[in-house]
């Protein structure tokens, strides 16, 4: 079974630039999770789907992001114009169910010059 | 708002031998779950070991064990006879029992540093 997979591995954009962020959950998983990572910080959560739709966004920082789940498979995450502060590790999970073991990625780090 | 927190930036052992990762929490549910997660370098984060709130038996698995101390909002995780392959950033983490909410609050981290 092929685990959480995220791409790309690596991005280096010009603050103001546009970058998108995939993830591909495990085949089955209803519940995709979106977090990051700020160099030295605590793993942060930016918002929760069940299938296609938008459970929980409340650590999304600011409407630069925008993330979507095209028919309850993969999500992108958009961060337009990308800022400085943006720079980070951005990981991705999948779980069956809700309260179930939520399986990561290996993560986009994004870096924002 | 609950919150996690880890003191120990850094933790070195010695190959064989044991060693405790602090965690401490915050929160004001009852009922919930806490869990420690490993990230070798440059590998994906995995789940070490998990400890349901309202189970007064500290978990383990093989040589990872917990410390639960629901009053004092502490969970340590001991790493018996070490290995080189226990090197990692090792997470400590809050997850609400309420079925509405699935995210995970982690702490900020510790590098665990195996001597051979």
């Known amino acids: 079974e092929a685990g959480v997979t995220q791409f790309p591995s690596h991005s280096v954009i010009e603050k103001g630039q546009t970058v998108t962020l995939r993830c591909d959950p495990i085949?089955?998983?209803?519940?995709l999770y979106w977090y990051r990572r700020v160099m030295g910080k605590e793993i942060k959560f930016l918002l929760h789907?069940?299938?296609?739709?938008?459970?929980?966004e409340s650590g999304m920082p600011n409407n630069r992001f925008l993330a979507e789940r095209t028919g309850g498979t993969y999500s992108t995450l958009k961060v337009q114009p990308a800022e400085l502060e943006d720079s980070g590790v951005y990981f991705c999970?999948?779980?069956?169910?809700?309260?179930?073991?939520?399986?990561f990625g290996p993560g986009t780090r994004l870096t924002v010059t | 708002a609950q919150t996690v927190t880890q003191s120990q930036p850094e933790m070195s052992v010695q190959e064989a031998e044991t060693v405790t990762l602090s965690c401490t929490y915050d929160?004001?549910?009852?009922?919930?779950?806490l869990f420690w997660y490993k990230q070798p370098p440059s590998r994906q984060m995995i789940l070490v070991i998990r400890?349901?709130?309202?189970?007064?038996q500290n978990a383990t698995e093989n040589r990872f064990s917990v410390n639960f101390q629901k009053a004092a909002k502490s969970f340590s995780l001991k790493i018996s006879d070490s290995q080189l392959g226990d090197a990692a950033m090792y997470f400590c983490?809050?997850?609400?029992?309420?079925?509405?909410?699935?995210?995970?609050?982690f702490g900020q981290g510790t590098i665990l540093t195996v001597h051979p």
């Open positions: 983490a809050y997850r609400s029992a309420d079925t509405s909410y699935g995210k995970l609050t």
């Open positions: 400890q349901e709130a309202y189970k007064q």
């Open positions: 929160t004001s549910e009852s009922d919930y779950y």
């Open positions: 789907f069940v299938k296609e739709s938008k459970q929980d």
């Open positions: 999970a999948s779980s069956q169910r809700r309260l179930h073991e939520q399986y």
């Open positions: 085949s089955g998983h209803d519940n």
